[in-house]
């Protein structure tokens, strides 16, 4: 069989890449259930009518089908019915129907976690792929949700990367801003088409002012004065309540004053006092933050690692007020979203963190020779009993080629099973000799009392200076 190409766009990580992932994993659930949020896991695939609403996302989409199917059933080439299914390409989408599905069944306001993978057709490159890992938190209340949690959500992400600062992932800044000003000053200065600005402002960091400059005036029929005043406003950030003062003057200027932007206004600021009180530095007022998509109603936000800032956003999100409704009802929420995938590639690629092994082993234990094998097993055995990760060596060759397979697997630790004394007689089964082959240190052992270090117990994810 040739060597198979790998696929792009599908990662795959090494075991000591997986360590790595599992503790990012482990990292932001641990937090998320902290601060009251509840699991939950949706099926991977949704109606391809409900996944096509977002237009823009069409071509992304994966459709599902049989590789042989019958004539006639739902969801074939002929049959363009509303059962044909797609793969999810976000959490978004699939948790809204959740909550419509299951409105009788929750306490609302519902707080929830949702850990999965997506997939998504789009161009692979650097933290881009087509199948990734998704940690999703959201909160949706019945008929209304109070503002405050706008202002919560985005600090429990932040409390929940702060937490990976201690094993080598940079610092992150969350830059939010407020859907409100953007659409109270836009239509203050006689611009309507709120979401086709937005949707050129979102792309300033991409191709620059001069060319969304460009767009504004040709697509959204911005005269030069209003599309210079709608950079002017992208231009304004800071970690303070001196942003509203800077955007509320500016507004002023232009006769751009509107109550939607006065209450945008005093949003932006709540959040951006709790912040500088709850994490300094952390949260940044930042006006260009657009986020393209159109269900977003109020707090939109987007976080960067400091230092990658060129890797884009790596968790995004904000309010939406509509997105989940049955018609009779309607559930409001606000939510962010963590590319993990698109987090741990950079960690990994740039080197900034490392596994101490990729094997959960802490010990081998030696096997003396074939027949006597059910003497390590049960060394094994009693290590495991006491929580402690054991492997038996795969055959009974010399001790230096045993060592060996444990030095390449990473294992710690080998033990060494006692030999029969000069009369023959049997050494009780559980002692022994376990050797530290990264030190050489060699001691007596008895596996009903004796445990590696803590730090040894188990694979620890380090800065990869500190590896």
Same mark, same amino acid.
């Given at each position: 069989m040739a060597r198979p190409t790998p696929l792009s766009g599908f990662p795959e990580w090494l075991p000591d890449g997986r360590v790595v992932e599992q503790h990012v994993?482990?990292?932001?659930?641990?937090?998320?259930?902290?601060?009251g949020f509840a699991g939950i896991e949706t099926r991977a695939v949704e109606p391809l009518d409900q996944l096509l609403r977002k237009g823009e996302t069409s071509k992304e989409v994966y459709v599902l089908r049989r590789l042989q199917e019958e004539p006639g059933a739902e969801g074939t080439s002929g049959d363009r019915s509303e059962k044909q299914l797609g793969l999810h390409f976000d959490l978004? &989408? =699939?948790?809204? +129907?959740?909550?419509?599905? $299951?409105?009788?069944?929750?306490?609302?306001?519902?707080?929830?976690?949702q850990i999965q993978k997506v997939w998504r057709g789009e161009r692979p490159q650097d933290g881009r792929f087509r199948e990734f890992v998704q940690a999703d938190i959201d909160v949706v209340g019945a008929g209304e949700l109070p503002y405050h949690y706008e202002v919560e959500l985005p600090l429990v992400m932040?409390?929940?990367?702060?937490?990976?600062?201690?094993?080598? &992932? =940079?610092?992150? +800044?969350?830059?939010?801003? $407020?859907?409100?000003?953007?659409?109270?000053f836009y239509r203050g200065l006689g611009l309507d088409d709120v979401e086709g600005v937005l949707r050129q402002v979102d792309k300033l960091d991409k191709i620059g002012p001069d060319a969304v400059a460009e767009l504004l005036q040709a697509e959204q029929g911005a005269t030069p004065e209003q599309a210079k005043a709608c950079?002017?406003?992208?231009?304004?950030?800071?970690?303070?309540?001196?942003?509203?003062?800077?955007v509320r003057a500016l507004a002023a200027s232009y006769g751009a004053v509107t109550d939607l932007l006065e209450t945008g206004l005093g949003e932006l600021a709540a959040l951006v006092e709790s912040a500088a009180r709850r994490a300094p530095g952390v949260v940044v007022a930042d006006l260009k933050i657009a986020r393209g998509l159109d269900y977003y109603t109020g707090s939109v936000y987007e976080t960067v690692l400091v230092g990658h800032e060129q890797l884009g956003s790596i968790c995004s999100g904000g309010r939406y007020d509509t997105l989940a409704s049955d018609g009779k009802n309607t559930y409001p929420g606000v939510g962010l979203s963590i590319g993990v995938s698109r987090l741990v590639s950079r960690l990994l690629s740039a080197g900034l963190v490392a596994?101490?092994?990729?094997?959960?082993?802490?010990v081998l234990v030696a096997v003396t020779d074939e027949a006597h094998r059910d003497r390590s097993d049960a060394v094994a055995a009693a290590l495991r009993a006491?929580?402690?990760?054991?492997?038996?060596?795969?055959?009974?060759?010399?001790?230096?080629?045993?060592?060996?397979?444990?030095?390449?697997?990473?294992?710690?630790?080998?033990?060494?099973?006692a030999q029969p004394g000069e009369d023959g007689a049997?050494?009780?089964?559980?002692?022994?000799?376990?050797?530290?082959?990264?030190?050489?240190?060699?001691?007596?052992?008895?596996?009903?009392s004796w445990a590696p270090p803590a730090e040894d117990r188990l694979p620890r994810v380090v800065p990869a200076a500190a590896e």
């Amino acid at each position: 069989m040739a060597r198979p190409t790998p696929l792009s766009g599908f990662p795959e990580w090494l075991p000591d890449g997986r360590v790595v992932e599992q503790h990012v994993l482990d990292t932001l659930r641990r937090t998320f259930e902290l601060h009251g949020f509840a699991g939950i896991e949706t099926r991977a695939v949704e109606p391809l009518d409900q996944l096509l609403r977002k237009g823009e996302t069409s071509k992304e989409v994966y459709v599902l089908r049989r590789l042989q199917e019958e004539p006639g059933a739902e969801g074939t080439s002929g049959d363009r019915s509303e059962k044909q299914l797609g793969l999810h390409f976000d959490l978004t &989408v =699939p948790f809204a +129907r959740y909550v419509l599905e $299951n409105a009788g069944r929750l306490a609302f306001p519902f707080k929830r976690y949702q850990i999965q993978k997506v997939w998504r057709g789009e161009r692979p490159q650097d933290g881009r792929f087509r199948e990734f890992v998704q940690a999703d938190i959201d909160v949706v209340g019945a008929g209304e949700l109070p503002y405050h949690y706008e202002v919560e959500l985005p600090l429990v992400m932040a409390e929940a990367l702060g937490a990976l600062r201690d094993v080598g &992932v =940079p610092e992150v +800044r969350i830059l939010v801003n $407020n859907r409100k000003v953007a659409e109270g000053f836009y239509r203050g200065l006689g611009l309507d088409d709120v979401e086709g600005v937005l949707r050129q402002v979102d792309k300033l960091d991409k191709i620059g002012p001069d060319a969304v400059a460009e767009l504004l005036q040709a697509e959204q029929g911005a005269t030069p004065e209003q599309a210079k005043a709608c950079l002017e406003l992208a231009a304004i950030s800071g970690t303070d309540t001196t942003v509203v003062d800077r955007v509320r003057a500016l507004a002023a200027s232009y006769g751009a004053v509107t109550d939607l932007l006065e209450t945008g206004l005093g949003e932006l600021a709540a959040l951006v006092e709790s912040a500088a009180r709850r994490a300094p530095g952390v949260v940044v007022a930042d006006l260009k933050i657009a986020r393209g998509l159109d269900y977003y109603t109020g707090s939109v936000y987007e976080t960067v690692l400091v230092g990658h800032e060129q890797l884009g956003s790596i968790c995004s999100g904000g309010r939406y007020d509509t997105l989940a409704s049955d018609g009779k009802n309607t559930y409001p929420g606000v939510g962010l979203s963590i590319g993990v995938s698109r987090l741990v590639s950079r960690l990994l690629s740039a080197g900034l963190v490392a596994a101490t092994r990729g094997v959960p082993t802490a010990v081998l234990v030696a096997v003396t020779d074939e027949a006597h094998r059910d003497r390590s097993d049960a060394v094994a055995a009693a290590l495991r009993a006491r929580g402690i990760p054991v492997d038996v060596a795969p055959t009974a060759a010399k001790f230096g080629k045993q060592i060996k397979v444990a030095d390449r697997r990473g294992i710690p630790f080998v033990w060494f099973p006692a030999q029969p004394g000069e009369d023959g007689a049997e050494p009780e089964v559980l002692v022994g000799q376990v050797k530290d082959i990264r030190s050489g240190e060699q001691v007596d052992a008895d596996a009903a009392s004796w445990a590696p270090p803590a730090e040894d117990r188990l694979p620890r994810v380090v800065p990869a200076a500190a590896e």
